[in-house]
């Protein structure tokens, strides 16, 4: 598997298993079931919509020129990545709004919604915002703790943003074609 993927670690998935449940790691469950219900509560639609949504925010911050200026003038904090994390998520919130009221949601729209394929955008929603969160902000800076700093490879490197960023895309294509393909059965 390694030869495939080179920062694959089957020894750190096993350790998924030997979870510490101490304040930090329920915290970090408690956040994931939360944003897991957010998700299945937006259905389908609003799922591609806000995925799409991720992708336009992160090329719109990527290209931004302006962001030194921005940084001096709304001065949150010192460090230049707080700036372009708030960019970021500022981005992808009114690019969301504007996606969700234009016609772009009539045509993602699509009237069968599994709880499953609900569930499996939303994950991958979540994988690439995180993905995409920690790769903007220094290593240094995250601060993980033992029982979580094996999974950080597979979040906060460039690799894995390159992966994260291909999986959604191949996950809801793959999504249409299986409902393309049943759909012809009947």
Sequence with gaps: MEKYI?????AAIT???NFNFGPS????ILGLIFLLLYGLSLGRTRALISLLGIYIAYAIMSVFPYLD???ELIKISPELYITRVGLFLFVYVLVFAVLNNSLVKSRLTIKEASFLSVSI???MQ???L???TTNIVPVSVLKISGNLSYVSEYFSTHEALFYWFLAPIAVVSFMRR???FRGSED
């Design 130 to 132: 995180i993905t995409i």
């Design 126 to 128: 979540l994988g690439l």
């Design 6 to 10: 080179p920062n694959f670690n089957l």
């Design 121 to 123: 955008i939303s994950i």
């Design 69 to 71: 200026r921005l940084h």
């Design 178 to 180: 299986n409902k393309k």
């Design 15 to 17: 350790n998924l298993f």
């Design 25 to 28: 790691g329920l915290f970090a």
